[in-house]
C-alpha cells in the first residue's frame, strides 16, 4: 500500500463520518418574531393590549400616607393622651377591558393593603365608640364585571355614587351624604345628550346593628337620573331601605363658574329620620345616615394654577350637626400631591361640642 493509497482511503472514512454526524444533528427553529406590548388608546391613557389578545389592560394605583390629629377626629391614644392618628395605604388597581358584540366587557379590581396607628375614636362625653386598632389590613374596595350599561358586583351604593361623592376634601363625610360598601347588581343608561338613567338592587352592609341588612331575599332598591352639560350637571336618587321600609332621597346641583371654578350644593330627605339608633342619634335608614329628616351640603373646587387646587365643604342636618373643611391639593411633582387641610366640627345643640382638626396626605399615583 503506498502512501497515495493510504491518504485517499483516510479521506474517504472522514467524510463518511462527517456524514454521519451531520444527517443526526439537531435542527434549530428559527425563533418566533418578538411582539412587543402594544398601546392601546381606545380606553384612555394608560392601557396596553395583553399579548396575543385584543384585551385592554391598565395597571394603576398609589401609596397614601395620613397624618391628622386634633379634638375634630376624637382620636386618643392607647396611653390615654391625645395624639395623632396616622393610616398608610397602598391601593393597587387592575382594569381589563375588550369589545363584544353586546358592547364592552369590562373587569374592575381595587384592593388595598393598609396600616393604622393605635387609637380607638371616642364620642363627646370621652366615651369609647371603637376599640384601640394598631392594625395591617388587606381588603378588597372594588370589584366587579360590566357588560354593557350591566354592572354586578362589589362597589360603593349607588345612591352616593350616581350623583357623584360629594367634593374634593379629604374629610367629606362627617356630615354623612349616603352608605358606601355594598354588593350591586345596577344597569345605567347613557345618552349622547348628557341624559342618564339607573337602577341598582344592593345588599346593604350585612350588620344589623348598622341598620342595614335585607330580609326574606328582598333586595334594597336605587334609581336615579341625571343631566350633564357644559355648565354642569344636576342629578336626583333616590332609594328605598326593604327591611327598614324607609325611602331616602338626594338631589344635587353642580354649575362650572369658569373652566377652572366649579360649585355644587345638595339635599337629601330620610322619611324614617325621627328613628335613631344607640350610638349617635343617626337615623336607620340604610340610605340615610345622617342625623334627622334632612341634610345639606355645598362645596367649591377653584385650580388656582396647574399645580394647586383649592377644595371647600361645609355639611348640616337635621340635628344640627355642623362641619367645614377645606385643603388646597399641591402637585408637587408630577404623580405627588400633598394636601394639608382644616377641619372644623360642631353641633348647635349642645355645649362645648365644637372641635378642630389638621389632616395631612402625602400621596403617591401611578
Same mark, same amino acid.
Given at each position: 500500500?503506498?502512501?497515495?493509497?493510504?491518504?485517499?482511503?483516510?479521506?474517504?472514512?472522514?467524510?463518511?463520518?462527517?456524514?454521519?454526524?451531520?444527517?443526526?444533528?439537531?435542527?434549530?427553529?428559527?425563533?418566533?418574531?418578538?411582539?412587543?406590548?402594544?398601546?392601546?388608546?381606545?380606553?384612555?391613557?394608560?392601557?396596553?393590549?395583553?399579548?396575543?389578545?385584543?384585551?385592554?389592560?391598565?395597571?394603576?394605583?398609589?401609596?397614601?400616607?395620613?397624618?391628622?390629629?386634633?379634638?375634630?377626629?376624637?382620636?386618643?391614644?392607647?396611653?390615654?393622651?391625645?395624639?395623632?392618628?396616622?393610616?398608610?395605604? @397602598?391601593?393597587?388597581?387592575?382594569?381589563?377591558? @375588550?369589545?363584544?358584540?353586546?358592547?364592552?366587557?369590562?373587569?374592575?379590581?381595587? %384592593?388595598?393593603?393598609?396600616?393604622?396607628?393605635?387609637?380607638?375614636?371616642?364620642?363627646?362625653?370621652?366615651?369609647?365608640?371603637?376599640?384601640?386598632?394598631?392594625?395591617?389590613?388587606?381588603?378588597?374596595?372594588?370589584?366587579?364585571?360590566?357588560?354593557?350599561?350591566?354592572?354586578?358586583?362589589?362597589?360603593?351604593?349607588?345612591?352616593?355614587?350616581?350623583?357623584?361623592?360629594?367634593?374634593?376634601?379629604?374629610?367629606?363625610?362627617?356630615?354623612?351624604?349616603?352608605?358606601?360598601? /355594598?354588593?350591586?347588581?345596577?344597569?345605567?343608561?347613557?345618552?349622547?345628550?348628557?341624559?342618564?338613567?339607573?337602577?341598582?338592587?344592593?345588599?346593604?352592609?350585612?350588620?344589623?346593628?348598622?341598620?342595614?341588612?335585607?330580609?326574606?331575599?328582598?333586595?334594597?332598591?336605587?334609581?336615579?337620573?341625571?343631566?350633564?352639560?357644559?355648565?354642569?350637571?344636576? =342629578?336626583?336618587?333616590?332609594?328605598?331601605?326593604?327591611?327598614?321600609?324607609?325611602?331616602?332621597?338626594?338631589?344635587?346641583?353642580?354649575?362650572? %363658574?369658569?373652566? /377652572?371654578?366649579?360649585?355644587?350644593?345638595?339635599?337629601?330627605?330620610?322619611?324614617?329620620?325621627?328613628?335613631?339608633? @344607640?350610638?349617635?342619634?343617626?337615623?336607620?335608614?340604610?340610605?340615610?345616615?345622617?342625623? =334627622?329628616?334632612?341634610?345639606?351640603?355645598?362645596?367649591?373646587?377653584?385650580?388656582?394654577?396647574?399645580?394647586?387646587?383649592?377644595?371647600?365643604?361645609?355639611?348640616?342636618?337635621?340635628?344640627?350637626?355642623? @362641619?367645614?373643611?377645606?385643603?388646597?391639593?399641591?402637585?408637587?411633582?408630577?404623580?405627588?400631591? %400633598? /394636601?394639608?387641610?382644616?377641619?372644623?366640627?360642631?353641633?348647635?345643640?349642645?355645649?362645648?361640642?365644637?372641635?378642630? =382638626?389638621?389632616?395631612?396626605?402625602?400621596?403617591?399615583?401611578?
Amino acid at each position: 500500500m503506498n502512501v497515495k493509497t493510504l491518504l485517499l482511503g483516510s479521506a474517504a472514512a472522514l467524510v463518511a463520518v462527517s456524514g454521519a454526524r451531520a444527517a443526526d444533528a439537531v435542527v434549530v427553529a428559527e425563533p418566533e418574531p418578538m411582539e412587543y406590548v402594544r398601546v392601546c388608546d381606545v380606553y384612555g391613557t394608560g392601557f396596553f393590549y395583553m399579548p396575543g389578545t385584543e384585551t385592554c389592560l391598565k395597571i394603576s394605583g398609589y401609596v397614601r400616607v395620613d397624618i391628622r390629629g386634633g379634638d375634630a377626629f376624637e382620636r386618643i391614644s392607647n396611653a390615654g393622651e391625645e395624639t395623632y392618628h396616622n393610616r398608610v395605604r @397602598s391601593q393597587l388597581r387592575v382594569d381589563a377591558r @375588550s369589545e363584544t358584540e353586546l358592547g364592552t366587557l369590562r373587569s374592575y379590581a381595587q %384592593i388595598n393593603f393598609q396600616y393604622q396607628s393605635d387609637s380607638a375614636t371616642f364620642d363627646a362625653d370621652g366615651r369609647r365608640l371603637t376599640n384601640y386598632d394598631n392594625n395591617d389590613d388587606l381588603f378588597i374596595e372594588f370589584a366587579y364585571i360590566e357588560l354593557g350599561g350591566f354592572r354586578i358586583g362589589k362597589n360603593d351604593s349607588y345612591f352616593s355614587t350616581f350623583t357623584d361623592y360629594s367634593s374634593g376634601v379629604l374629610n367629606d363625610g362627617i356630615v354623612p351624604y349616603g352608605p358606601f360598601s /355594598t354588593l350591586q347588581i345596577a344597569y345605567t343608561y347613557t345618552g349622547a345628550n348628557g341624559f342618564s338613567a339607573g337602577i341598582a338592587l344592593e345588599q346593604g352592609d350585612e350588620d344589623e346593628y348598622d341598620g342595614g341588612i335585607t330580609e326574606d331575599y328582598a333586595p334594597y332598591v336605587v334609581g336615579g337620573v341625571s343631566l350633564t352639560q357644559g355648565w354642569g350637571k344636576v =342629578g336626583l336618587v333616590a332609594g328605598w331601605d326593604t327591611w327598614q321600609e324607609e325611602v331616602a332621597v338626594k338631589g344635587r346641583l353642580d354649575v362650572n %363658574i369658569t373652566d /377652572t371654578a366649579s360649585v355644587f350644593v345638595m339635599g337629601a330627605w330620610d322619611s324614617g329620620g325621627d328613628e335613631f339608633n @344607640s350610638i349617635d342619634d343617626q337615623g336607620t335608614n340604610f340610605y340615610a345616615p345622617w342625623g =334627622g329628616k334632612w341634610a345639606i351640603w355645598g362645596g367649591t373646587a377653584v385650580k388656582f394654577n396647574e399645580k394647586a387646587t383649592f377644595n371647600a365643604e361645609v355639611g348640616y342636618d337635621d340635628f344640627e350637626n355642623f @362641619s367645614v373643611a377645606a385643603n388646597v391639593a399641591y402637585d408637587l411633582v408630577p404623580g405627588f400631591t %400633598i /394636601t394639608p387641610e382644616v377641619v372644623y366640627v360642631d353641633n348647635f345643640d349642645l355645649d362645648d361640642s365644637d372641635a378642630w =382638626g389638621v389632616n395631612v396626605r402625602f400621596q403617591r399615583t401611578f
